[in-house]
């Protein structure tokens, strides 16, 4: 059983289209998150939600919105897509937010995201 | 601005050595979680040890924390090909906001 998954695994998609990448997570996890990788492997995070509320909202443009329809579900919706998008996104979940090892992350296989 | 920097950004051992990673750090921390990532996978957490903590073992892992200097090491002890992989350390500054640095890549070869 996946515990973290993402779909799509890979997604081929030009300048100014607008797509959505889907995280589910079957853990009964409170917390979910999403980070973006760049080419040069570094990982930033994103967006966190915890039962469906946002916590965390990083320096992120406003064409990236993400939604979370329940606590096992939080998707990001791209808007207007730039060259600069193309990047590995990843979604996590953790027990919640509270700290120590409730804040152990669980990581999706990932989105490769490529903008032409 | 990068929370976390590992130290060797590459690292090519013989399997049975020890590999031995740095991380460095620069805010005020709840815990330093290691994190394992094979070659177009996700993440795998290895090892979390909170700020009070100065050391902690998980199988043939051995994670030290040092908070006076800022500074965190992961040893891999009799290392296996299967190893092969990058390893982050990531900050943990509260709200469950990991901070990552930019990676080790370890090769081990049989």
């Known amino acids: 059983d996946t515990a973290v998954s993402q779909t799509p695994k890979y997604l081929v998609t030009q300048m100014g289209n607008d797509k959505s990448i889907k995280c589910e997570q079957n853990?009964?996890?409170?917390?979910m998150y999403w980070y973006k990788q760049d080419s040069k492997k570094f990982l930033k995070i994103m967006f966190s939600?915890?039962?469906?509320?946002?916590?965390i909202n990083e320096t992120v443009p406003n064409r990236f919105s993400p939604k979370s329809p329940d606590k096992a579900h939080l998707n990001l919706h791209i808007n207007s897509l730039e060259l600069g998008d193309s990047a590995v996104y990843f979604c996590a979940s953790s027990q919640d937010s509270s700290g120590g090892a409730r804040n152990e992350q669980f990581f999706g296989p990932g989105t490769r995201l490529t903008v032409l | 601005s990068q929370q976390g920097e590992e130290d060797p950004q590459a690292l090519s051992i013989q399997e049975g050595e020890n590999a031995t990673m740095n991380c460095s750090y620069k805010t005020s921390i709840n815990n330093l979680q290691w994190y394992r990532q094979n070659s177009g996978r996700g993440l795998v957490h290895l090892i979390l040890i909170r700020s009070n903590e100065r050391e902690k073992h998980s199988g043939r892992l051995r994670v030290t924390l040092d908070t006076s200097k800022k500074s965190s090491s992961l040893l891999i002890t009799a290392s296996r090909a299967a190893d092969t992989a990058s390893y982050f350390c990531a900050t943990d500054l509260g709200y469950g906001k990991l901070t990552f640095g930019q990676g080790t890549i370890l090769t081990v070869h049989p």
């Open positions: 853990l009964g996890h409170d917390t």
């Open positions: 939600y915890n039962n469906k509320e946002l916590i």
